[in-house]
Antibody, heavy 129, light 110 residues
Framework: QLQLQESGPGMVKASETLSLACAVSGGSTSSTLHYWAWIRQSPGKGLDWIGSVYESGSTKYSPSLKSRVTISMDKSQNLLYLDVHSVTAADMGLYFC?????????????????????WGRGTTVIVSS | QSVLTQPPSTSGTPGQTVTISCSGSGSNIGTNTVSWYQQFPGAAPKLLIYSNNQRPSGVPGRFSGSKSGTSASLAITGLQSEDDSEYYCAAWDARLDAYVFGPGTKVTVL
């Protein structure tokens, strides 16, 4: 059974870089049938897609975060990474990693089908001044 | 401001049917498939519907999804107390080249 577990420092100072990791178990980040995504949720707010990475290393990012975010992976360790640079109070919240499927009924079409089918429990990030 | 629009809240009594709408545009729902997620406070979201109307294994049959043009809907038939939760729609937006979530709809079981 696939499981994802996020980890991080818990607190980061404003203007510094937030670095999070996501450990994947019971499955492989080398899968060619999935992407891997990061999503965040500010306190009391909705879900916000940060970006995703494919096993080839190719990435896509939210336009609003693209200039400050880096997503990467270590397939040998089954780990995903998220770096958010120059953090502010607006970056506080709960950060999730998730597996993304892009196949349905045997039809695989990236982005036409795109859904997060397995989620980690999330890790909380506080930004201190 | 989300590119997908959902009503902030809806409610129903046990056994009733509630429907949540999700309105988008030609660059998202009009082009790509829609997913729906359920989230309880403090917990990770759970995939309820993918590819407009497909239920993952383990999701009760009372949850169903549909899409027409640039709008989609999630129906909960035979509402149960445990369905009291937040629901989000989402789709890939080709113009933004990004995945977009709706603002969420709080379903209250009276």
């Amino acid at each position: 059974q696939l499981q994802l577990q996020e980890s991080g420092p818990g607190m980061v100072k404003a203007s510094e870089t937030l670095s999070l990791a996501c450990a994947v178990s019971g499955g492989s980040t080398s899968s060619t049938l999935h992407y891997w995504a990061w999503i965040r949720q500010s306190p009391g707010k909705g879900l916000d897609w940060i970006g995703s990475v494919y096993e080839s290393g190719s990435t896509k990012y939210s336009p609003s975060l693209k200039s400050r975010v880096t997503i990467s992976m270590d397939k040998s360790q089954n780990l995903l990474y998220l770096d958010v640079h120059s953090v502010t109070a607006a970056d506080m919240g709960l950060y999730f990693c998730a597996r993304v499927g892009y196949c349905s009924g045997g039809n695989c079409h990236a982005y036409f089908h795109y859904y997060m089918d397995v989620w980690g429990r999330g890790t909380t990030v506080i930004v201190s001044s | 401001q989300s590119v997908l629009t959902q009503p902030p809240s809806t409610s129903g009594t046990p056994g009733q049917t509630v429907t949540i709408s999700c309105s988008g545009s030609g660059s998202n729902i009009g082009t790509n498939t829609v997913s729906w997620y359920q989230q309880f406070p403090g917990a990770a979201p759970k995939l309820l519907i993918y590819s407009n109307n497909q239920r993952p294994s383990g999701v009760p049959g009372r949850f169903s999804g549909s899409k027409s043009g640039t709008s989609a809907s999630l129906a909960i038939t035979g509402l149960q107390s445990e369905d009291d939760s937040e629901y989000y729609c989402a789709a890939w937006d080709a113009r933004l080249d990004a995945y977009v979530f709706g603002p969420g709809t709080k379903v209250t079981v009276l």
